[in-house]
């Protein structure tokens, strides 16, 4: 079948809107309608050319939702009709991890993922029989596309697919953060470096939780407002602060009795290596977490004086939230149908697929906190 998709001919350049060739699914896919699909800053760290696994010509887009069309050979979870999210972290419940109990990151088809490729190596999408990579596995920058079954959540039929798409990564990313990786406690104080897409996710992760004192930082000033909206009760902007940022926030963070300071929890949502070190060292001495959530590009490294691990602190990532993803995806959208989190503000801008553009163009210039595209 031929398939509208905004494809990623080369890194650096403009997505390109065209007609696409589409094999139908294979044994264990299903093809899915995407209706709608949010633009995470993944996806633009990946076209920029940063992202070490990045494949060209590809279809990005991993933050989806849509409606099953049909299903392959042997696909016994879902059927014909089902409303799903695309997993960009599987949940095959079989794989040595699954089974761990002590992670969500899926081994069962990371590998072909990570090659732009279905789990039988081969790809379902071609222009003129010149094959067009897949995208962290979901690829919903396309109106349809075939995903593995393990990688699909089902979700409650009434949720709207314009904002439910945001489960599929920014939502389940910031509120998973603070639930599964830190396991916020009531009256905590906690610091979020970023107050975009994810960011705002954790703090209204942080409001849920319970935190006394939630902290955001961002170069820009309209997302004090922002921040405030979900939750946020103080705002720092590191070029206002006249000094070092890590002391400062450090004595913003002494509470009673406590005179050395430093966050319960800290959560960098910028992929800014220098961010994630001071977000390390505004930890509490003794037992502070801080969670790296940014993705940082090709050769970045992090650093830190050991000392600060030595004296407690402790570092820690989060991918998806460290989301099971089809246990816990449609849990999220439950929770948004039942009013517990809040989606609709932080969609600032609905776009066409031919407006996909506009969407980077919005981010870049700090204007959008999520973009979605509606097929
Ligand atoms: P975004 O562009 O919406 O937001 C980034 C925010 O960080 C912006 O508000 C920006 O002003 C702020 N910022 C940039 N540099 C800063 C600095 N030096 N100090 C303070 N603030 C700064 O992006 P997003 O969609 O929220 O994504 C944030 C990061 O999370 C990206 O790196 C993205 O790739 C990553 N991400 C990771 C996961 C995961 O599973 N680990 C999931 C989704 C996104
Ligand atoms: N391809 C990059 C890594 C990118 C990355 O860390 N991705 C996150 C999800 S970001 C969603 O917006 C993730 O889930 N990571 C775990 C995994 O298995 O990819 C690189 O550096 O190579
Ligand atoms: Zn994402």
Not at 126 to 132: A, C, L, M
Not at 197 to 226: H, P, T, Y
Not at 319 to 330: C, L, M, S, W
Not at 341 to 365: R, V
Request: proline fraction near 5%; charged fraction near 20%; glycine fraction near 14%.
């Amino acid at each position: 079948m031929k398939t509208r998709a905004a494809v990623a001919f080369q890194a650096g350049k403009p997505l390109e809107i065209v007609d696409v060739d589409l094999e139908g699914p294979r044994e264990g896919e299903v093809l899915v309608e995407i209706k709608a699909t949010g633009i995470c800053h993944t996806d633009e760290f990946t076209l920029s050319g940063a992202d070490p696994e990045g494949i060209f010509p590809a279809i990005l887009g991993h933050e989806g939702a849509g409606i099953v069309v049909d299903v392959g050979p042997g696909v016994t979870s879902v059927r014909k009709g089902d409303h799903v999210i695309p997993l960009y972290t599987p949940e095959c419940r079989q794989c040595p991890s699954c089974l761990s109990r002590k992670t969500n990151l899926c081994t069962a088809i990371r590998a072909t993922q990570g090659q732009g490729v279905m789990p039988d190596g081969t790809s379902r999408f071609s222009i003129n029989g010149e094959k067009i990579h897949h995208y962290m596995g979901c690829s919903t920058f396309s109106n349809f596309t075939v995903l593995p079954e393990i990688a699909v959540a089902k979700v409650n039929p009434d949720a709207p697919f314009d904002k439910i798409c945001y489960i599929g990564c920014g939502v389940t990313t910031g509120v998973g953060a603070v639930f599964n990786t830190a396991r916020v406690e009531m009256g905590s104080t906690a610091i979020v470096f970023g107050l975009g897409g994810i960011g705002l996710n954790v703090i209204q992760g942080l409001r849920l939780a319970g935190a006394d004192m939630i902290i955001g930082v961002d170069l820009n000033n309209s997302k004090k407002e922002w921040g405030e909206r979900f939750g946020m009760t103080h705002f720092v902007n590191p070029k206002e602060v006249g000094g070092d940022l890590v002391p400062y926030l450090v004595d913003l963070t002494k509470r009673g009795a406590d005179t050395i300071g430093g966050a319960d929890y800290t959560f960098d949502c910028t992929g800014n290596v220098t961010v994630m070190r001071q977000a390390l060292e505004s930890a509490h001495r003794g037992w502070g977490q801080s969670v790296v959530i940014g993705v940082a590009g090709a050769g970045q490294e992090i650093s830190t004086r050991p000392f600060q691990l030595v004296t407690g602190r402790v570092w820690k990532g989060s991918a998806f939230g460290g989301a099971r993803g089809r246990t816990d995806v449609p849990r999220i959208v439950d929770w948004y149908m039942d009013g517990k989190i809040e989606i609709d503000p932080m969609i600032t801008h609905t776009l066409s697929l031919d407006e996909i553009n506009k969407g980077f163009d919005l981010m870049h210039a700090g204007e959008s906190i999520r973009s979605v595209v509606v097929y």
